[in-house]
C-alpha cells in the first residue's frame, strides 16, 4: 500500500507541476509590444513579419551600436523592431521606441537632419525622407526604413505610418 501511495504522490505532484508549468507559459509576457505593429492585411500592401525584436535601454547598443547612446539620453525605455514587405516590391523595418516622456520622443525628432525631409500631417509631428518616414506619438518615436527608393515608397511609408499611429493612439 505505500508504494501504491508513493506512486499516486508522484503522479498527483508531476500533474500539478505540469499545470503550473503550462500555466506559466500560457501567461508568459514575452516584453514584446507587438501590438501597434500592423498585422498582415491591416494595412494595404504590407505583410509583416512573424517575429518582433525587443531591447531594453542597457541592451540597445547591440541592435543599434553607435547611435545607442543618443536614444538612452533622451531616455529610451525600449526598442521593439519588425520586418515589412511592401507587395513584395520593397522591404522596410519598424523601429517603434518608446520613452520616457513625450520630451525625449521630440528630442530625438529634432535632432535628425531636415535636409530634403517634408514635413507631414502625422502622429504629434513627422519627417518624410525619400526612403524614410519618422513620427512620434505621445512617447514614442517611430522610424520606419525602406531599402529602395521608388515611386510609391513615400505613400506607401505613410499609409503603414498611419496604420501604426492608430495602434499607437488605442
Known amino acids: 500500500m505505500t508504494a501504491y501511495l508513493a506512486t499516486i504522490r508522484r503522479l498527483l505532484l508531476t ?3 505540469v499545470a503550473l508549468l503550462g500555466s506559466a507559459a500560457c501567461n508568459r509576457q514575452t516584453g514584446t509590444p507587438a501590438a501597434p505593429f500592423p498585422a498582415p492585411g ?3 500592401g504590407w505583410v509583416k513579419a512573424v517575429d518582433v525584436r525587443t531591447f531594453p535601454a542597457a541592451d540597445l547598443w547591440n541592435y543599434i551600436d553607435g547611435e545607442a547612446e543618443r536614444y538612452v539620453k533622451a531616455g529610451v525605455r525600449s526598442t ?3 520586418d515589412y514587405k511592401f507587395q513584395n516590391k520593397f522591404d522596410a523595418v519598424v523601429d517603434i521606441y518608446t520613452m520616457a516622456d513625450t520630451a525625449g520622443a521630440r528630442k ?3 535632432s535628425e537632419p531636415a535636409g530634403e525631409a517634408k514635413s507631414v500631417q502625422l ?3 513627422a519627417r518624410l525622407y525619400a526612403a524614410s518616414l519618422i513620427f512620434i506619438k505621445g512617447p514614442c518615436l517611430v522610424r520606419i526604413v525602406a531599402y529602395k527608393e521608388s515611386p510609391d515608397v513615400q505613400q506607401a511609408l505613410m499609409d503603414l505610418g498611419r496604420g501604426i499611429e492608430g495602434k499607437l493612439s488605442k
Do not use: K, N, Q
Open 108 to 110: 530625438i525628432l529634432e
Open 80 to 82: 521593439s523592431t519588425a
Open 15 to 17: 500533474t500539478a507541476c
Open 123 to 125: 502622429g504629434d509631428g
Open 42 to 44: 491591416e494595412v494595404a
